[in-house]
């Protein structure tokens, strides 16, 4: 049997490098509740919870470029929202970053895309965050199968303020919200048109 090729889930051309924010849902292995439980609307990290919200804290000591945004652990899945900056000018606030000029300047700078994860890009923080994870929970488990993550992730890049404000709301209510979106984010599409500020 010939294998299917991947679904193409990074957008075509886009240079994921480039200043902006960042959306980002990486989800277990198979979906497997890994990471705690829900109760009462609130997450319980079990030790290998604790180990994800640890290691995402530790991101920016290894990569200055990158600033932590909102950020949740759910039992198979973590949501999370980090910022591209210039390494140039690491003490730029997110407020600072003109996330619609970034759009408009990638409709200018269409390149071709290139195969293999570039340094400092979306991919590389990424998954530099997952192998970290990776390693830890391994070594606390004492094995290695089965994995931790599935091999690849889901990402928007934000495209305006409005947009960041309401996904920064969908993080924070997952606990809350996952007898019905227990599959990550199946509903933010929805989520973002019923609950966006006008």
């Given at each position: 049997m010939i294998p299917r090729p991947r679904k193409q889930i990074r957008l075509r051309g886009y240079d994921y490098r480039n200043a902006g924010a960042y959306f980002v849902t990486i989800c277990t292995y198979?979906?497997?509740?890994?990471?705690?439980?829900?109760?009462?609307?609130?997450m319980h990290l079990n030790d290998w919870g604790q180990v994800v919200v640890k290691l995402w804290h530790t991101i920016p000591e290894f990569r200055p470029y990158v600033l932590l945004d909102e950020f949740q652990c759910m039992p198979n899945h973590v949501h999370l929202?980090?910022?591209?900056?210039?390494?140039?000018?690491?003490?730029?606030?997110?407020?600072?970053i003109d996330i619609v000029g970034q759009r408009r300047a990638f409709a200018l700078q269409y390149q071709p895309p290139e195969r293999g994860v570039k340094s400092k890009s979306l991919g590389a923080i990424i998954g530099g965050y997952k192998s970290a994870v990776t390693k830890e929970i391994n070594d606390l488990r004492g094995q290695t199968q089965p994995p931790?993550?599935?091999?690849?992730?889901?990402?928007?890049?934000?495209?305006?303020?409005r947009e960041l404000e309401a996904i920064r709301r969908y993080i924070r209510a997952n606990p809350a919200n996952w007898?019905?979106?227990?599959?990550?984010?199946?509903?933010?599409?929805?989520y973002l048109n019923d609950n966006a500020p006008l």
């Open positions: 198979q979906r497997r509740l890994l990471f705690g439980a829900v109760g009462g609307g609130v929202i980090l910022w591209i900056i210039s390494e140039d000018a690491p003490n730029v606030i997110p407020e600072h931790i993550w599935q091999p690849r992730f889901h990402d928007r890049i934000i495209r305006n303020e007898q019905q979106d227990q599959d990550y984010d199946a509903g933010l599409d929805d």
